[in-house]
C-alpha cells in the first residue's frame, strides 16, 4: 500500500482542525470561568475513567498507568473505573464519583466526551480532563491529546531496520483519521531506513476483538510479512502469536515488552509527564482551560522501551 507525503499532510492538517479549544498549542491555555476557587483546587481524589480493563497492554494499561503516576508524583488518592461504557450511564458513574470527593475526573475515552460535558456544567468545581480530540475545551473542561505521527514514524525506522524483506503488516482496527495517520506515519518511517519497505494492512473493523485480530496477524505473516504492526485497544494477542512465531512484533499504545521481550520492537504511547505537571497546577489552585497538543516537545508522546531485536546502532538512527 503506497502512501505519499501529501496524504499524511492532508490528514494532519484535518487533525489539526479538530485541536483548536480554548488553549493553545503545549500547556499554554486560557482562563475559564471566574469562580470563587478555581476547578480542581485542593484536590486530594482524582477520577480515572476507562473504557476496557486495567490489564490489556494497550491503551487502558496505559491509561490506568496515569493514574499509578498520578498517585506518585502529586500524592493524591486516585480511583479508577474500570469497563465503563460510553453511553450516558456513564454520567451517573462520574456523578457518583465526584460525591466520593473527586475534584478532578479525567475521561479517556473518545465516547465519554458527552458524559463529561455534560456533568462539567453542573460541578464548577471540578476540573475536567478529556482525552481525545475536540474543539470544546471551555471552563472546567479542559482537553489533552498527545500527537501520535513522530512516535509512530520511529516506530517504523525500527521497522525498517529490522525487516529482511521489506514487506511489513500493520493489523488496523478502523480506517479512521488517528489510524491513517498511524499507518502513514509508520510506513514513512520504514521507508526512511529501507526505501523499498511497503505496508501491507488489514482493518478488523474493530478495535478490540482478539479472535479478528490474530487471524488478521496471521494472514500477514503467512503473506510474507516479517514485522507486524498494530492499531488496536488489546495488543496482547497479536504480540503472544508472534512470540510463538518468532517475527519481530510492534504493540499499541503501552509498554508490553514484559510479554515477549525477544520479539518485541517498541510502541507509540502516551507521555504524561506533560498532563501530570498540568494537574499538579491545577491542584494548586492554578486551572486554566487548555488544549493540550503536541509529542516529545510537550511531554504528551513517546516511544516504549525497546526490545533485545533493537540494537545501540539503531538508536542511533532515531
Known amino acids: 500500500m503506497k502512501k505519499n507525503i501529501r496524504k499524511v499532510l492532508a490528514l494532519l492538517g484535518a487533525l489539526a482542525v479538530l485541536l483548536g479549544g480554548c488553549g493553545s498549542a503545549g500547556n499554554a491555555g486560557q482562563a475559564g470561568s471566574e469562580t470563587n476557587e478555581k476547578p480542581g483546587a485542593g484536590a486530594k481524589k482524582i477520577a480515572v475513567l476507562l473504557g476496557g480493563v486495567k490489564d490489556d497492554y494497550g491503551y487502558n494499561y496505559r491509561c490506568y498507568q496515569l493514574g499509578e503516576e498520578l498517585k506518585e508524583k502529586l500524592g493524591v488518592e486516585v480511583i479508577t473505573k474500570e469497563s465503563v461504557a460510553d453511553t450516558s450511564d456513564a454520567e451517573g458513574i462520574i456523578e457518583e464519583l465526584i460525591n466520593q470527593g473527586c475534584k478532578i475526573v479525567i475521561a479517556t475515552q473518545f465516547g465519554f466526551l458527552d458524559a463529561a460535558m455534560n456533568v462539567a456544567k453542573r460541578h464548577a468545581d471540578v476540573a475536567f480532563y478529556y482525552l481525545g480530540n475536540t474543539d470544546q475545551a471551555h471552563d472546567n473542561f479542559s482537553v489533552s491529546v498527545g500527537q501520535q505521527w513522530d512516535p509512530w514514524y520511529l516506530c517504523g525506522m525500527l521497522a525498517g531496520m529490522n525487516s529482511k524483506t521489506g514487506k511489513l503488516g500493520f493489523v488496523a482496527s478502523m480506517p479512521v483519521p488517528d489510524v491513517m ?115 516529545f516537545d510537550t511531554k504528551l508522546s513517546k516511544i516504549a522501551e525497546t526490545g533485545d531485536l533493537v540494537t545501540d546502532d539503531m538508536l542511533g538512527h532515531l
Open 181 to 295: 495517520i498511524a499507518i502513514n506515519s509508520f510506513e514513512l518511517g520504514a521507508q526512511s531506513m529501507n526505501s523499498d519497505a511497503e505496508t501491507n494492512v488489514v482493518f478488523t473493523g474493530s478495535w478490540d476483538d482478539s479472535g479478528l485480530a490474530t487471524t488478521s496477524a496471521t494472514q500477514l505473516i503467512t503473506s510474507g510479512c516479517d514485522v507486524i504492526s498494530q492499531f488496536q485497544d488489546t495488543p496482547k494477542p497479536i504480540i503472544d502469536l508472534c512470540a510463538k512465531e518468532n517475527i519481530p512484533v510492534f504493540g499499541c499504545n503501552a509498554d508490553a515488552r514484559e510479554l515477549a521481550p525477544q520479539v518485541w520492537l517498541s510502541a507509540m504511547c502516551a507521555d504524561w509527564d506533560g498532563l501530570i505537571e498540568e494537574i499538579g497546577r491545577t491542584i494548586d489552585g492554578q486551572y486554566e482551560c487548555v488544549t493540550m497538543q503536541g509529542s
